[in-house]
């Protein structure tokens, strides 16, 4: 069965199908973004664990002080 794809803006769910073709197109521009945004935020969780592994190997090579 196809499902129809839907949109929903401030609460309310719209059939993308039955909006006007300039809606169409700010739905596909906030899709875009989404999968950017999500990309980005992929991106950066490896930096984030590159960047832990790069500290955790320095920690282990600095000199060790007395307390």
Do not use: C, I, W
Request: proline share 1%; aromatic share 6%.
């Amino acid at each position: 069965m196809d499902e129809e794809l839907e949109v929903t803006v401030d609460g309310v769910s719209y059939k993308v199908s039955e909006l006007s073709e300039e809606a169409q197109l700010q739905v596909a521009n906030v899709q875009f973004v989404d999968a950017q945004m999500a990309e980005l935020n992929a991106k950066l969780a490896v930096y984030q664990t590159a960047r832990n592994a790069y500290q955790h190997a320095l920690q282990q090579l600095l000199p060790r002080t007395r307390q």
